[in-house]
């Protein structure tokens, strides 16, 4: 009783008077005042941890990094990973060694020759005019982007030095320019892996740094040409060039095409071949596609290029070279961080060559790789369950971890390991799930992981997977008044009900690809009409009872007559949230009672 009385004496003066008011105002205020003290705190304690080392700043000048160096890079990239920033290291360590180098070049100031660069310009305009103008899709442009970048960066060259054009044409073909212009024809991105493109992009990138090209147009220039070359990678204070070392290496292992002087146009397309697979392995592209592509090349002129057995011949002699584990430990920094993982995913790895110890947050990663693979794997059984796959050729469970690297210094890289989620048909692009990032120091000429970290979320290698545009979509909604509109939305309409309402459009699919085996007289096993049939089913069973996404990008639309259109765009499928297989779809659609229908589908 007593103290209740007192509570409702203190409450009856805090109601009525003012000063509760001004009190409680007051209270707040200070209250706001420590909260505001505390985050300001906290934020500068904060930002004080996310602050890379000094020491470890200016040790990334050197060569090679010492223990004391490699110490503060583990601490720090574990206290960011803590801090809710996993990619800030990489990000940091990135612009700071771009910084120094871009303060490097400018020193320097090269003097571009005026007669190259009007060479150049004149190439450009014929180059345009020859191959169908320029194309324009802002998917391919950011997907070759991202390979030339870490290309130019494994090379040791500034990823602007290098810019990239789309030419208008079916034809499968890259051609390079003086000035450092690659120009790739849609033919080929389109119908390329990931892979594939780097193999070209680097076989590029070597004609343009060792001058060839310019040695084609003036074979009086052969000396300035020379000059130019690179190869020169012992030159005084000159930073030594990762890719010049390793063919190097390969040449002591018995490839002698890789010397880099080569003059005749011959020898330079060995070279460039050599050189560019090479280039592609280090950075974690499969080299071997390399082939692939050589077959889809247009005839070139048998003056100035070897015969396609030849080329093959010289790139799989380089290819076997880089399987010895003497130069993979020294040389692929993917294939010691894929091997580190895949160790790590084992018991018992002892005595494998690149792989010293553990690496702080290893077995981490190597977890997130196994529960990734794990539920593709069960997805695939699936799959392989109700057809999908037709001949049942999912790839195997192992060997599905992979790599891509991005050398920051001649010493220093990092690779984001993930999983292939790619299956047998993928064509446009192999994305896979990224698990973790293993950082690596060369240390004594051997690469070895020296950290690893988990990245948090799942993100995939190509980043343009989570962000491409509908193309189909968007070009079927903006021009209802353009004659191709409805070509368009029947494609889209097409597209669209393929995935949510299949069996309305299974039997357009099955006549299609039984119209097309019988076209192309196919008598394999799986080729023929039964089976893909069963697979067309199958296909429809499977996504029936999911949540799957067909997404179109790089749309050509094209009116043979007045009746009949062809509509061919690279198409990516994800199920539930996961992206798992690309590739390239060509419809035919004829004009029947005034509507497009689709006649025929084409999977590549
Ligand atoms: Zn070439």
Not at 413 to 433: E, H
Not at 446 to 469: N, Y
Not at 550 to 575: D, K, M, N
């Amino acid at each position: 009783m007593r103290s209740l009385g007192r509570t409702s004496a203190t409450w009856k003066r805090y109601s009525t008077g003012r000063s509760f008011r001004q009190r409680a105002t007051r209270l707040a205020a200070f209250a706001a005042l420590i909260l505001a003290a505390a985050t300001g705190i906290a934020a500068a304690v904060v930002l004080l941890e996310l602050r890379m080392p000094a020491r470890l700043g200016s040790a990334l000048s050197g060569a090679e990094l010492d223990d004391a160096a490699v110490a503060d890079l583990c601490v720090y990239i574990q206290k960011c990973s803590h801090l809710g920033a996993p990619d800030l290291p990489a990000q940091r360590v990135q612009s700071l060694v771009a910084r120094k180098a871009s303060r490097a070049l400018d020193a320097e100031a090269p003097a571009a020759s005026p007669s190259r660069a009007g060479l150049a310009r004149e190439a450009h305009q014929m180059v345009l005019s020859e191959n169908g103008g320029e194309w324009k899709s802002d998917f391919h442009r950011s997907r070759l982007g991202r390979i030339a970048r870490v290309l130019a960066m494994a090379a040791g060259d500034k990823p602007e030095s290098y810019r990239l054009t789309l030419l208008d044409t079916t034809q499968t073909n890259a051609v390079s320019t003086a000035d450092g212009r690659i120009y790739v024809t849609r033919g080929l991105v389109t119908t390329s892996t990931d892979d594939e493109i780097a193999a070209v992009l680097a076989h590029e990138m070597h004609h343009i740094r060792s001058g060839h090209w310019y040695s084609w147009w003036l074979p009086d220039a052969q000396s300035a040409g020379d000059e130019n070359d690179n190869g020169d990678g012992d030159g005084e204070g000159a930073e030594p060039d990762p890719v010049y070392e390793a063919a190097c290496a390969l040449a002591d292992l018995g490839v002698d095409a890789l010397s880099g002087a080569a003059t005749t146009s011959y020898a330079q397309e060995f070279e460039a071949d050599a050189r560019g697979v090479l280039l592609a392995s280090m950075c974690g592209y499969e080299g071997r596609q390399m082939y692939s592509v050589l077959t889809r090349l247009p005839s070139m002129p048998v003056t100035s290029h070897p015969s396609v057995a030849h080329r093959i011949a010289g790139v799989a002699k380089a290819l076997d070279a880089m399987e010895d584990p003497e130069w993979i430990s020294s040389h692929s920094p993917v294939k010691v961080a894929v091997r580190s993982v895949e160790a790590a995913m084992r018991i018992g790895a002892a005595g494998r060559p690149g792989v010293s110890g553990e690496a702080p947050g290893l077995p981490d990663v190597a977890r997130a790789c196994r529960e990734t693979l794990d539920r593709l794997n069960a997805t695939e059984a699936e799959m392989i369950g109700f057809r999908w796959l037709g001949a049942g050729t999912a790839l195997s469970g192992r060997g599905r971890v992979m790599g891509r690297a991005v050398m920051i210094t001649s010493g220093l890289s990092i690779v984001d390991v993930a999983v292939d989620t790619g299956f047998v048909r993928a064509t446009a692009g192999r994305p896979g799930v990224v698990c973790g990032r293993i950082w690596l120091i060369r240390r004594l000429c051997v690469w070895e992981t020296v950290a690893a970290q988990v990245l948090p979320g799942t993100r995939f290698v190509a980043p343009e997977w989570q962000k491409f545009k509908d193309e189909l979509g968007e070009a079927a909604a903006a021009g209802p008044k353009d004659a191709d509109g409805g070509v368009l939305r029947a494609a889209q309409m097409w597209r669209d009900t393929a995935v949510s309402d299949f069996a309305g459009h299974l039997d357009v699919y099955a006549r299609g690809k039984l119209e097309s085996s019988v076209a192309a007289n196919s008598s394999s096993q799986y080729g023929n009409g039964h089976g893909q049939t069963l697979e067309a089913i199958g296909w429809a069973r499977f996504l029936g009872s999911r949540r799957a996404e067909l997404r179109a990008w790089s749309v050509r639309c094209e009116a043979h007559s007045p009746t009949l259109a062809t509509v061919a765009f690279s198409s990516g499928l994800t199920v539930d949230g996961m992206p798992l297989s690309s590739n390239s779809t060509r419809l035919t659609l004829v004009l029947e009672e005034g509507q497009w229908k689709v006649a025929q589908v084409n999977l590549d």
